[in-house]
């Protein structure tokens, strides 16, 4: 049909056969992103456009503010003091144009207009270059224990859904995403925020915790406490633990998502929330939402806080990893698993604290095991057949700028393999 109408009307007739036939499909690329960041909408200190204008032009491809038990829509004033004052003013109008901010005073008191979701998402957007998503953070408490939940691509605002324990409280407001994405239609997700801040949220909450595939193994805000202490474990140990725990019992996987947590924009220091600290690579075909959730629901993602990898290889037999090598800097992966006949027994740990009645446990040293350490820039790891799961940690010998704490070195964090025996 197409040929035989080629000859009687060979441009008209062309175009459509043209256009007719499948796009060709995009090989998948890494694309940078920050899922976790705070502005002016609830307790960062700047703009919206002040924010996402660093993460574009620091190279990023997407970023999603998500400030507290709010999405950033709707007429919102904020007065001059509570946004940082005539210096923070000054900067936003020497960035955007004064046509651009909008300001009124009542009363004496001088208001700034905080932009929509939709005016700055339209100010930064370019196809194949940079996203912005809708986030909250979904911040709730149990008997002031701090319990936060990331909510990626949103449609609608989630309240904080409370509950009768911590565990209850992550349920709830986990289960209230995933309600609002099969009732919409649109993909989005959940991630547990920060374990340790507050020590609210114990392992134990995290291996109950069902239908959540994501949480902080790294968060740059400096009050976090990602290292853990001399009775409660870091949030990687939180991470083999509960890997171990959930897949011995046929539950899912769960990720490590490395985020910033920023909130402070104006003043550097390791005592503040800084942008830039840690991020996600997530390999995907397009530089849209629906395509980066469903490469990390996939696993098809690492964390960073420096560390830059051009592949991960992973089958049931093997994980091989090319890391991007920079002159002058030396890499170090750890394959780090849980093999099947692990010890599964844990011991009570008192907790010297009046005002936490609650229980600990320590877990064997037989979770998390460094299975292999290799150096190098190309490090693999053949599976013996016996482990759960395998990922990987990779630390680089620069110390990292910007730092979460002192001393730290730019690492990158692989999502596990779970093996099938």
């Given at each position: 049909?197409?040929?035989?109408?080629?000859?009687?009307?060979?441009?008209?007739?062309?175009?459509?056969?043209?256009?007719?036939?499948?796009?060709?499909?995009?090989?998948?690329?890494?694309?940078?992103?920050?899922?976790?960041?705070h502005s002016l909408w609830s307790d960062g200190d700047d703009y919206p456009e002040?924010?996402?204008?660093?993460?574009?032009?620091?190279?990023?491809?997407?970023?999603?503010?998500?400030?507290?038990?709010?999405?950033?829509?709707?007429?919102?004033?904020?007065?001059?003091?509570?946004?940082?004052?005539?210096?923070?003013?000054?900067?936003?109008?020497?960035?955007?144009?004064?046509?651009?901010?909008?300001?009124?005073?009542?009363?004496?008191?001088?208001?700034?207009?905080?932009?929509?979701?939709?005016?700055?998402?339209?100010?930064?957007?370019?196809?194949?270059?940079?996203?912005?998503?809708?986030?909250?953070?979904?911040?709730?408490?149990?008997?002031?224990?701090?319990?936060?939940?990331?909510?990626?691509?949103?449609?609608?605002?989630?309240?904080?859904?409370?509950?009768?324990?911590?565990?209850?409280?992550?349920?709830?407001?986990?289960?209230?995403?995933?309600?609002?994405?099969?009732?919409?239609?649109?993909?989005?997700?959940?991630?547990?925020?920060?374990?340790?801040?507050?020590?609210?949220?114990?392992?134990?909450?995290?291996?109950?915790?069902?239908?959540?595939?994501?949480?902080?193994?790294?968060?740059?805000?400096?009050?976090?406490?990602?290292?853990?202490?001399?009775?409660?474990?870091?949030?990687?140990?939180?991470?083999?633990?509960?890997?171990?725990?959930?897949?011995?019992?046929?539950?899912?996987?769960?990720?490590?998502?490395?985020?910033?947590?920023?909130?402070?924009?104006?003043?550097?220091?390791?005592?503040?929330?800084?942008?830039?600290?840690?991020?996600?690579?997530?390999?995907?075909?397009?530089?849209?939402?629906?395509?980066?959730?469903?490469?990390?629901?996939?696993?098809?993602?690492?964390?960073?806080?420096?560390?830059?990898?051009?592949?991960?290889?992973?089958?049931?037999?093997?994980?091989?990893?090319?890391?991007?090598?920079?002159?002058?800097?030396?890499?170090?992966?750890?394959?780090?698993?849980?093999?099947?006949?692990?010890?599964?027994?844990?011991?009570?740990?008192?907790?010297?604290?009046?005002?936490?009645?609650?229980?600990?446990?320590?877990?064997?040293?037989?979770?998390?095991?460094?299975?292999?350490?290799?150096?190098?820039?190309?490090?693999?790891?053949?599976?013996?057949?016996?482990?759960?799961?395998?990922?990987?940690?990779?630390?680089?010998?620069?110390?990292?700028?910007?730092?979460?704490?002192?001393?730290?070195?730019?690492?990158?964090?692989?999502?596990?393999?779970?093996?099938?025996?």
């Open positions: 049909m197409c040929s035989r109408s080629l000859a009687l009307l060979p441009f008209l007739t062309l175009t459509a056969c043209v256009s007719a036939a499948p796009p060709p499909e995009q090989p998948a690329r890494w694309w940078k992103g920050n899922l976790h960041t002040m924010i996402l204008d660093w993460y574009k032009a620091s190279g990023y491809n997407f970023a999603a503010l998500s400030d507290h038990n709010v999405l950033n829509q709707g007429e919102r004033w904020i007065d001059l003091e509570s946004a940082g004052g005539s210096g923070v003013l000054s900067k936003y109008k020497v960035r955007f144009g004064d046509e651009w901010v909008e300001e009124r005073e009542v009363n004496g008191t001088q208001f700034v207009r905080l932009k929509t979701f939709p005016e700055y998402r339209s100010l930064f957007e370019e196809p194949g270059r940079f996203l912005v998503i809708q986030n909250e953070e979904i911040s709730d408490q149990f008997e002031k224990k701090p319990v936060h939940v990331n909510a990626t691509n949103l449609r609608e605002l989630i309240e904080p859904q409370g509950g009768t324990s911590v565990g209850d409280v992550m349920q709830r407001n986990v289960d209230a995403v995933l309600e609002q994405r099969e009732r919409t239609g649109q993909l989005m997700f959940p991630h547990i925020n920060h374990p340790n801040f507050g020590w609210a949220v114990k392992v134990e909450d995290l291996i109950a915790l069902r239908g959540e595939k994501f949480f902080e193994v790294y968060n740059g805000h400096p009050a976090v406490r990602n290292e853990g202490d001399d009775t409660r474990p870091s949030t990687e140990r939180m991470w083999d633990i509960l890997l171990a725990e959930r897949l011995s019992d046929d539950e899912d996987v769960m990720y490590g998502i490395a985020v910033d947590d920023s909130h402070d924009y104006h003043e550097f220091g390791r005592g503040r929330g800084r942008p830039g600290r840690g991020w996600v690579m997530v390999r995907a075909d397009a530089l849209d939402a629906e395509a980066l959730i469903r490469a990390m629901e996939a696993g098809d993602f690492y964390g960073s806080s420096g560390v830059t990898l051009d592949a991960i290889s992973s089958s049931n037999e093997s994980l091989s990893l090319t890391i991007q090598s920079e002159p002058g800097v030396k890499y170090r992966t750890q394959f780090i698993g849980t093999r099947r006949d692990y010890d599964r027994s844990r011991l009570e740990v008192p907790i010297e604290d009046e005002k936490d009645a609650s229980v600990l446990y320590r877990y064997s040293d037989e979770i998390g095991e460094v299975l292999a350490e290799v150096q190098g820039a190309e490090p693999s790891y053949v599976f013996s057949g016996n482990e759960i799961y395998v990922r990987a940690r990779v630390v680089s010998t620069r110390v990292k700028e910007n730092p979460y704490s002192k001393g730290e070195f730019e690492t990158a964090w692989v999502q596990p393999v779970v093996i099938t025996p």
